[in-house]
């Protein structure tokens, strides 16, 4: 039991880490940070960022390569977080207007992070 709380604290752990690094290399490409773990109702959003007129839901998955960080993400949390995007945008009428999409961001050891403009449509 004690290896399990561990780990799942280093996981915490590297997840946040993942998180604040995909968002200062967001922060560079020119997106501004809105919110950062985001919870809603449908679940918590990792990143809301926004560039000119686009509202973008980011993801961000930490794996030991980008491969296997690609893979990661599944159907059904795909499907949650498009239910938590809509419910961000009903709680923000003056985003409403914006274009929407879902961005995910890779992020692996000794390596820069890779960012997926529009990785999926829900």
């Keep these: 039991m004690r290896g399990d709380a561990a780990r799942g604290r280093a996981a ?4 946040l880490r ?13 997106y501004r940070i809105l919110a950062r773990r985001m ?3 449908a679940g918590e959003i990792d990143l809301v ?8 839901f980011v993801e961000v998955k930490a794996r030991s390569d980008l491969e296997a960080a690609a893979e990661a993400l599944q159907m059904r ?3 949650r977080l498009a239910r938590a995007a809509e419910l961000f945008v009903g709680a923000r009428p003056a985003l409403m207007d914006l274009d929407m999409r879902f961005d995910l961001v890779l992020v692996a050891p000794r390596r ?7 990785a999926w449509r829900p």
């Design 77 to 79: 949390q795909r499907a």
């Design 112 to 118: 820069w992070p890779r960012h997926l403009p529009d």
């Design 18 to 30: 993942a998180e604040a690094l995909a968002a200062l290399f967001l922060q560079l490409k020119g």
């Design 49 to 56: 960022v926004r560039r000119g007129r686009s509202l973008v």
């Design 39 to 41: 919870k809603t109702r």
């Design 12 to 15: 915490h752990t590297s997840g």
